[in-house]
């Protein structure tokens, strides 16, 4: 089993920036076998979609909404994953959830809330 929990949520002014945290921890062998990991969002009323993703190699993709405004990085060694999230939009309020990928295992974590005042 892989665990993901999420922190740096919070309540920001429009325009302003936050950066979100995912470590997944587990055991050796399922944590050095995620290839995928990414951030979801959902709004309420919402279906959640997708913000970004990361592969092991490196590799990122974005929706568009979010081009050129947020960030995904990740650092195997301490097995987390980041979204650094600027220039931030009232529509940008929502709860953002990590996803790790193991092969046909998806993990998800609980959640965090991002609340964007305008």
């Known amino acids: 089993q892989v665990q993901l929990v999420e922190s740096g949520g919070g309540l920001v002014q429009a325009g302003g920036s936050l950066r979100l945290s995912c470590a997944a921890s587990?055991?050796?062998?399922?944590?050095?076998?995620?290839?995928?990991m990414g951030w979801y969002r959902q709004a309420p009323g919402k279906q959640r979609e997708l913000v970004a993703t990361i592969t092991s190699g490196g590799f990122t993709t974005y929706v568009d909404s979010v081009k050129g405004r947020f960030t995904v990085s990740r650092d195997t060694a301490k097995n987390t994953v980041y979204l650094q999230m600027d220039s931030l939009k009232p529509e940008d309020t929502a709860v953002y959830y990590c996803k790790a990928m193991r092969g046909v295992y998806i993990y998800w974590g609980q959640g965090t809330q991002v609340t964007v005042s305008s």
């Open positions: 587990g055991s050796i062998f399922r944590l050095n076998s995620i290839n995928n």
